[in-house]
């Protein structure tokens, strides 16, 4: 199957758990405990003698120990500070402070009750760094080793992510407790997140890399908001909405929180995805509060991300349970048309989708303003590298140059993720740096997804695989306006038996009509090499992938692109797509029977050529074929350079065309 590194699927990434222990090996030795009464009974009877004793203890001092869970480890620390306790304990991860006991007479009996406020040591946290070793504070604070360690060796990598997420709700309620608006996304009536300049993290303009025409277009908007008056005294009209557009991972929401950062506001953000779930009216009653509350401390900004979930174009007559969306949407709308110029509040909004949104949400006033960010060009892509390859160790030989070229067609988030995959790999790997080796590396990965060495394959499958892959490689070597082959592999992975990558030389914006004619023969390059070298019956589903492609491509070609002269430039795709079949502002063309059947024909036609082709290239180079098969079956993987040797002797080579 061959890989166009625009299109492949991603590898999903893998987050690290806390794994549990390795199981032993298989053959390992292993105690064997047999289980017998008394294996069970003694450790039972040692712990009713030993809570008895405890309660017989408690009994004998008369002291009623009152514990408090919710108090929080910023409390203990700020009771600690003010004097507030006798004692604090501290075994292993958990905190015990005590007050002083009270005594009080009950029944005529002294009853003596002690106050024990009590948390868990979050566990990014050792307790030489919570400052309770002040040589001036009286509070006797006593460290005991943990007992129980060898007890619960086993269990602490599942105990360490229960206490951490303790420690989280312990930090985010100490965070709400303290006044709202106190830390990072805290979190306020409309639930969405804020960014306060003073408090968070700010994120500016340098944070987003590349970009550069996407950032002049915002800077206006950071002009604005520092100094609204200025605009106003030059009867300048002021911006309200300004949409975001293109692909997902492409910084829209960094670029959205750098112009906050650059403009020191507050920075309100909510995804639109948070309303499509809610009962009807909370959407409404949300926005309200989120327009409210960013007016209130203007001059800021309101992010509304994902906007396509609830913008989508209004389709008439299709079922109901679209009542939320509308409401929610009606309501940001009706809030924006309320704005006056006195309001120093910006709506700013991200999609991945325009060509959805309702015409609404566009009209002047609203989200008039768009700017369109697109897929980082080489440059580009050498400056995210660079702003994500800040932290991290690289070894001398990575070449960010290379690096930068074959990544084309990755967002910045995929090339952050690329990044961090590689330094998950040398952390596997115990490396102390990341490597070219493992750079490119992560970078199959992203683009192929993992090899699976597991997933064996016979002998008779390897051979096909084989013969199937240089297929593609000949048939595209022998084109002239096919991608150069970068790779080929018949390791398995990501449900595809091998891989055939081709990488284009540079970013390119179009895509001419002889490019795609020859990419069509190129991806039947795989089945034909099936059909000539192995018996007809013997072909298997291994190109089926292929086949998709190429017929979706065909399609686009005849219904999308006008590249057919008898069926016109004329789109009979677009709306289909959209499953709007009922009119309305973009309903579908309604295609005759008869541009139905000569769509078809057209398609089969175009699809048949190419197969034409491929077979004509690979019956006429059977032995060559062969050969680079048979070194493949060898090598498992072959670059670039090991597959043109086998070109070099021969002339009929065409020369590369990049149209
Ligand atoms: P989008 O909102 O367009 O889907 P994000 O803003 O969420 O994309 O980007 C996801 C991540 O990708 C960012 O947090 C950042 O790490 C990385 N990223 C994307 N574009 C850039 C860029 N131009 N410079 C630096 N990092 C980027
Ligand atoms: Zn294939
Ligand atoms: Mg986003």
Same mark, same amino acid.
């Given at each position: 199957?061959?890989?166009?590194?625009?299109?492949?699927?991603?590898?999903?990434?893998?987050? =690290?758990? /806390?794994?549990?222990?390795?199981?032993?090996?298989?053959?390992?030795?292993?105690?064997?405990?047999?289980? @017998?009464?008394?294996?069970?009974?003694?450790?039972? %009877?040692?712990? =009713? =003698?030993?809570?008895?004793?405890?309660?017989?203890?408690?009994?004998?001092?008369?002291?009623?120990?009152?514990? *408090?869970?919710?108090?929080?480890?910023?409390? #203990?620390?700020?009771?600690?500070?003010?004097?507030?306790?006798?004692?604090?304990?501290?075994?292993?991860? @958990?905190?015990?402070?005590?007050?002083?006991?009270?005594?009080?007479?009950?029944?005529?009996?002294?009853?003596?009750?002690?106050?024990?406020?009590?948390?868990?040591? !979050?566990?990014?946290?050792?307790?030489?760094?919570?400052?309770? +070793? $002040?040589?001036?504070?009286?509070?006797?604070? +006593?460290?005991?080793?943990?007992?129980?360690?060898?007890?619960?060796?086993?269990?602490?990598?599942?105990?360490?992510?229960?206490?951490?997420?303790?420690?989280?709700?312990?930090?985010?309620?100490?965070?709400?407790?303290?006044?709202?608006?106190?830390?990072?996304?805290?979190?306020?009536?409309?639930?969405?997140?804020?960014? $306060?300049?003073? @408090?968070?993290?700010?994120?500016?303009?340098?944070?987003?890399?590349?970009?550069?025409?996407?950032?002049?277009? =915002?800077?206006?908007?950071?002009?604005?908001?520092?100094?609204?008056?200025?605009?106003?005294?030059?009867?300048?009209?002021?911006?309200?909405?300004?949409?975001?557009?293109?692909?997902?991972?492409?910084?829209?929401?960094?670029?959205?929180?750098?112009?906050?950062?650059?403009?020191?506001?507050? %920075?309100?953000?909510?995804?639109?995805?948070?309303?499509?779930?809610?009962?009807?009216?909370?959407?409404?009653?949300?926005?309200?509060?989120?327009?409210?509350?960013?007016?209130?401390?203007?001059?800021?900004?309101?992010?509304?991300?994902?906007?396509?979930?609830?913008?989508?174009?209004?389709?008439?007559?299709?079922?109901?349970?679209?009542?939320?969306?509308?409401?929610?949407?009606?309501?940001?709308?009706?809030?924006?048309?309320?704005?006056? *110029?006195?309001?120093?509040?910006?709506?700013?909004?991200?999609?991945?989708?325009?060509?959805?949104?309702?015409?609404?949400?566009?009209?002047?006033?609203?989200?008039?303003?768009?700017?369109?960010?697109?897929?980082?060009?080489?440059?580009?892509?050498?400056?995210?590298?660079?702003?994500?390859?800040?932290?991290?160790?690289?070894?001398?030989?990575?070449?960010?140059?290379?690096?930068?070229?074959?990544? #084309?067609?990755?967002?910045?988030?995929?090339?952050?993720?690329?990044?961090?995959?590689?330094?998950?790999?040398?952390?596997?790997?115990?490396?102390?740096?990341?490597?070219?080796?493992?750079?490119?590396?992560?970078?199959?990965?992203?683009?192929?997804?993992?090899?699976?060495?597991?997933?064996?394959?016979?002998?008779?499958?390897?051979?096909?695989?084989?013969?199937?892959?240089?297929?593609?490689?000949?048939?595209?070597?022998?084109?002239?306006?096919?991608? !150069?082959?970068?790779?080929?592999?018949?390791? !398995?992975?990501?449900?595809?038996?091998?891989?055939?990558?081709?990488?284009?030389?540079? $970013?390119?914006?179009?895509?001419?009509?002889?490019?795609?004619?020859?990419?069509?023969?190129?991806?039947?390059?795989?089945?034909?090499?099936?059909?000539? %070298?192995?018996?007809? *019956?013997?072909?298997?589903?291994?190109?089926?992938?292929?086949?998709?492609?190429?017929?979706?491509?065909?399609?686009?070609?005849?219904?999308?692109?006008?590249?057919?002269?008898?069926?016109?430039?004329? /789109?009979?795709?677009?709306?289909?797509?959209?499953?709007?079949?009922?009119?309305?502002?973009?309903?579908?063309?309604?295609?005759?029977?008869?541009?139905?059947?000569?769509?078809?024909?057209?398609?089969?036609?175009?699809?048949?050529?190419?197969?034409?082709?491929?077979?004509?290239?690979?019956?006429?180079?059977?032995?060559?074929?062969?050969?680079?098969?048979?070194?493949?079956?060898?090598?498992?993987?072959?670059?670039?350079?090991? &597959? /043109?040797?086998? &070109?070099?002797?021969?002339?009929?080579?065409?020369?590369?065309? @990049?149209?």
């Amino acid at each position: 199957m061959p890989i166009d590194p625009k299109k492949a699927k991603k590898a999903p990434s893998k987050k =690290l758990k /806390n794994s549990k222990l390795p199981k032993l090996p298989n053959g390992a030795n292993i105690k064997v405990i047999q289980i @017998t009464p008394r294996t069970f009974l003694i450790p039972l %009877f040692l712990i =009713l =003698l030993f809570s008895s004793l405890i309660w017989v203890w408690n009994g004998y001092v008369g002291e009623k120990v009152h514990y *408090n869970d919710n108090i929080g480890l910023n409390a #203990i620390l700020s009771g600690y500070a003010s004097g507030t306790y006798e004692e604090i304990v501290v075994q292993g991860d @958990t905190i015990e402070a005590k007050k002083k006991a009270i005594q009080n007479v009950v029944n005529n009996e002294i009853v003596s009750t002690r106050d024990v406020d009590r948390t868990i040591l !979050p566990a990014n946290l050792s307790i030489g760094e919570i400052g309770l +070793s $002040d040589p001036k504070n009286p509070t006797k604070v +006593s460290i005991k080793k943990e007992w129980w360690g060898s007890v619960l060796s086993e269990t602490i990598p599942s105990l360490l992510g229960t206490i951490l997420f303790i420690g989280f709700l312990i930090f985010m309620m100490s965070r709400m407790g303290g006044g709202g608006m106190g830390g990072p996304m805290a979190f306020i009536k409309s639930r969405a997140r804020i960014y $306060d300049p003073e @408090t968070d993290e700010k994120v500016t303009f340098a944070d987003v890399a590349g970009s550069d025409e996407e950032k002049s277009d =915002l800077v206006e908007i950071v002009d604005f908001l520092k100094n609204p008056a200025k605009y106003k005294d030059l009867g300048a009209k002021i911006p309200r909405g300004i949409l975001l557009q293109w692909p997902p991972g492409t910084g829209k929401t960094l670029l959205a929180r750098a112009v906050a950062g650059e403009a020191e506001v507050p %920075f309100f953000s909510i995804s639109g995805s948070e309303f499509v779930e809610m009962f009807v009216g909370v959407g409404a009653s949300r926005v309200r509060d989120l327009f409210a509350e960013a007016r209130e401390r203007s001059p800021s900004i309101i992010f509304i991300d994902e906007i396509d979930a609830i913008g989508k174009k209004r389709s008439p007559g299709i079922g109901g349970g679209h009542d939320e969306r509308e409401q929610t949407l009606n309501q940001i709308l009706t809030e924006m048309d309320g704005f006056d *110029n006195e309001t120093n509040v910006i709506v700013m909004a991200a999609t991945n989708r325009a060509d959805v949104l309702d015409k609404a949400l566009l009209r002047p006033g609203r989200f008039d303003r768009k700017v369109t960010i697109n897929l980082p060009t080489l440059q580009d892509r050498k400056e995210i590298l660079q702003v994500h390859a800040k932290w991290k160790p690289f070894a001398d030989d990575v070449n960010w140059e290379k690096i930068a070229s074959i990544t #084309i067609g990755f967002s910045g988030a995929e090339l952050g993720n690329l990044l961090n995959e590689s330094a998950i790999l040398a952390w596997k790997k115990s490396a102390k740096s990341i490597t070219q080796a493992m750079l490119q590396q992560s970078i199959e990965k992203v683009v192929m997804g993992n090899e699976k060495k597991s997933l064996r394959m016979s002998e008779h499958e390897k051979k096909l695989t084989a013969i199937h892959e240089v297929g593609h490689a000949l048939v595209g070597k022998m084109l002239p306006h096919t991608d !150069p082959v970068h790779k080929i592999s018949i390791l !398995p992975r990501g449900g595809a038996g091998g891989v055939t990558w081709f990488l284009p030389e540079k $970013d390119r914006t179009y895509t001419s009509k002889a490019k795609y004619l020859d990419e069509l023969a190129t991806l039947y390059g795989g089945r034909v090499a099936e059909e000539i %070298f192995f018996w007809n *019956n013997y072909i298997t589903t291994g190109a089926s992938s292929d086949i998709e492609r190429a017929t979706q491509i065909a399609r686009s070609m005849v219904m999308r692109f006008g590249f057919d002269s008898e069926v016109g430039a004329e /789109n009979l795709a677009t709306e289909a797509a959209d499953g709007n079949f009922l009119g309305g502002d973009g309903g579908q063309k309604m295609i005759s029977e008869e541009t139905h059947r000569l769509i078809d024909a057209k398609v089969r036609l175009l699809l048949k050529d190419a197969y034409g082709v491929a077979t004509k290239i690979i019956s006429e180079n059977k032995s060559l074929h062969e050969k680079i098969a048979h070194e493949l079956l060898i090598k498992e993987e072959m670059l670039e350079d090991e &597959f /043109n040797v086998f &070109f070099e002797w021969i002339d009929v080579v065409p020369q590369k065309v @990049t149209m």
